[in-house]
């Protein structure tokens, strides 16, 4: 099955940590209408890689992650305070965000060296970034543990749930740097241009099933474990890069979900 080969092994294990981790925060994310908001974290990242290069940075995801964090902490804060609308905003910092980390990374043709993040490349994780995910994973689930409630209360009434003594700020900025955090150091795996589509499909492909925020929960992280296996396998047998694979059977996922709705439900 390719598991004889060490990295199919890491690669395998990755996807075990990523691909749940991916289906629980999916949820909020799709449940707050945040999925633009996550792509175009997602797109900032070339602007963090961009600042790295500037300032001589060894690891440019350092750089990325603190660019990260610093857009997902000022889109809350001007989404908040601005009369336009979220969407209008997110729109307008992720087009000037990629514009300037391309500006900078193309300078004197040197974006080929960059251009594999587009996709991504599981199959190069090391065992110490695989170490580095299952440490996030970890924060992530005492975060949501801890958490979850409140911002399930804010995703419903943000008013009322400031009444209940809610510090939705607060809640709502640090699920903010999760998922910058997550998104970021995700990147050079998962890939720029699907990242988003590993977010939200499997949890959007669970809405259509699920009676209850249980079943929301369980099966966006299956559909997301099983489209990440399956992609990854398929992958190494056709020879295609992994991540659009797995984003082709989760997209499959969502569609028959939907239909299946359509005809048995609605």
Known sequence: MGLEYGFMRNAFVAILIITPLFGML??????????????????????????????????????????GIAFALLLNYISSKSGTSTDTIISVFSSCSVAIGLAIL????????????????????????????????????????????????????????????????????LFAVLIAVIVMLSIKWVGILIINALLILPAAASRNLSANMREYHFFSILFSLFSGILGLFVSYYTNVATGPMIVIFASILYFATYLYTRKYQG
Request: glycine residues 8%; hydrophobic residues 50%; proline residues 1%.
């Open 106 to 173: 193309s300078k004197g043709g040197n974006f080929s060296k960059y251009s594999s993040l587009l996709v991504g490349d599981i199959l190069s994780i090391s065992k110490w970034e695989i170490v580095s995910l299952f440490v996030i994973f970890v924060v992530a689930y005492v975060f949501f543990f801890c958490c979850f409630n409140y911002l399930h209360a804010a995703s419903i009434h943000r008013t009322l749930a400031k009444s209940r003594q809610i510090p939705v700020r607060l809640v709502e900025n």
């Open 26 to 67: 999916g949820t909020m994310i799709v449940s707050r209408k945040m999925a633009f908001f996550s792509d175009a974290l997602g797109h900032s990242a070339l602007t963090g890689i961009a600042f790295g290069v500037i300032l001589g940075v060894a690891d440019t995801n350092i750089t990325m992650v603190v660019f």
